[in-house]
């Protein structure tokens, strides 16, 4: 499984039984258990509710692979919990996640990206962004794929090739969303005016992605991982010109989540607008390869010009912009993120997104001066400072703050 970091001579002495790695539970054999479920429900042919949920791959673009993820023998709303990032937060595990979404089929199909009528001619792209799960059906062939991972994607479920889908209840689209379809309004706008109108980020992105956003001759299908980017970029743009114009934050605000083996720290800071944003991943985590840890920097400045570009940082950003333009203020923004060795597969950044925003809605967990006190204390005690000694210079540098 793509992001998985063991030896490969460790799994063959372990065979999965002695556990060797470290971890709970063999995750090899997570995947393969979870390959062999979904087998047993299909012989060529799936049905099943989709939540909904889709992906737009890029490879071989402008003829892409789009797969429509379904449950098998899963009807009604029960289906939902199948593709529902905001519902998952803080009730499930890595191990959950990578079953839930193992235990779906994505019945694949190759399409030009300007021939996104087709989709709607036979209702896949109105079931793509329902607000209820929709039924379908689809005629498969060849063998299922493993699942697959990325880091800004949820996990692809096996995937098969399908001579056909059929939609065979009838889509429930957004109101919003059935008005922008006959706009010819350019997609960044018409992604800001939904968001306004209270769609939320993940239908968003499956909108953009199935070509059914901007203006009408224009329209294409998006790949899901440009997609989500271009969704977080679009709104976070948009609620950062608001920000710019608001009065200064009149203390310092510490915020503290944790989720997946993920840590944030989101500083507040009297100031106009700019952002930090500041990754630490250690060994044995998803990304990490060698025996060090790897750090990874990323700036906004105040004219919004980025030292490069990073999902994970727009993921991270819009939900601080959100709070920042709800209470009202502006300020310096500092996020640091600590990735454990128990992130050990990648599972999109819908986490990053969720975890800030939870961060944020429970409030400060100090303010003032009482901040730098207990950054030190969190970093000295629960994260990097603990485990990198030798980098605290380089780290409080980063953060701004002095170590002591």
């Not at 971890?23 to 047993?40: D, K, N, T």
């Not at 429900?41 to 890029?58: A, Q, R």
């Not at 629960?382 to 980063?398: E, H, N, Q, V």
């Amino acid at each position: 499984m793509t992001g998985i970091r063991i030896k490969p001579e460790l799994c063959l002495v372990c065979k999965g039984y002695r556990n060797l790695c470290g971890l709970p539970r063999c995750p090899i054999l997570e995947r393969r258990l979870a390959l062999s479920r979904v087998g047993r429900y299909i012989n060529g042919h799936v049905d099943g509710s989709s939540p909904p949920s889709v992906v737009v791959g890029e490879v071989g673009y402008p003829v892409v692979k789009v797969m429509f993820n379904i449950p098998p023998n899963i009807h009604g709303i029960n289906a939902a919990y199948y593709d529902d990032p905001s519902g998952w937060w803080g009730r499930l595990s890595l191990y959950d996640i990578i079953k839930l979404r193992s235990s779906m089929v994505a019945a694949s199909m190759r399409i030009k990206v300007n021939e996104t009528q087709a989709l709607y001619d036979n209702e896949l792209a109105p079931a793509s962004v329902s607000e209820k799960p929709v039924d379908m059906e689809a005629r498969l062939k060849g063998k299922l794929t493993g699942l697959s991972i990325n880091e800004l994607l949820t996990p692809t479920p096996p995937a098969a090739t399908a001579l056909r889908i059929n939609v065979s209840s009838n889509p429930k689209v957004p109101r919003v969303i059935d008005r922008l379809i006959n706009d010819d309004a350019k997609a960044s706008d018409a992604v800001w005016e939904a968001y306004k109108g209270g769609l939320s980020v993940y239908t968003l992105i499956r909108a953009l992605s199935m070509g059914m956003l901007g203006g009408r001759r224009r329209r294409r299908l998006v790949p899901t991982r440009w997609s989500i980017t271009a969704v977080d970029s679009i709104i976070g743009g948009r609620l950062r010109g608001r920000v710019l114009s608001l009065p200064e934050l009149s203390e310092e605000l510490l915020f503290y989540g944790e989720y997946l083996g993920n840590r944030f720290v989101i500083m507040l800071r009297p100031g106009a607008y700019r952002a930090r944003w500041i990754e630490v991943w250690y060994p044995s985590s998803a990304l990490v390869t060698g025996k060090d840890a790897v750090i990874h920097v990323v700036d906004e400045d105040y004219g919004g010009r980025f030292s490069e570009m990073d999902g994970g940082f727009y993921a991270a950003r819009l939900p601080i912009l959100e709070y920042l333009n709800k209470t009202g203020r502006t300020a310096e923004v500092v996020i640091f993120r600590e990735v454990l060795p128990s992130y050990f597969v990648t599972v999109g950044n819908w986490h990053i997104r969720e975890t800030v925003r939870r961060a944020l809605e429970n409030g400060p967990i100090g303010k003032g001066t009482e901040v730098h006190e207990l950054l030190n204390r969190l970093l000295t005690y629960k994260g990097a400072l603990r485990f990198m000694p030798s980098r605290i210079s380089r780290i409080t540098d980063y953060l701004g703050v002095e170590h002591g």
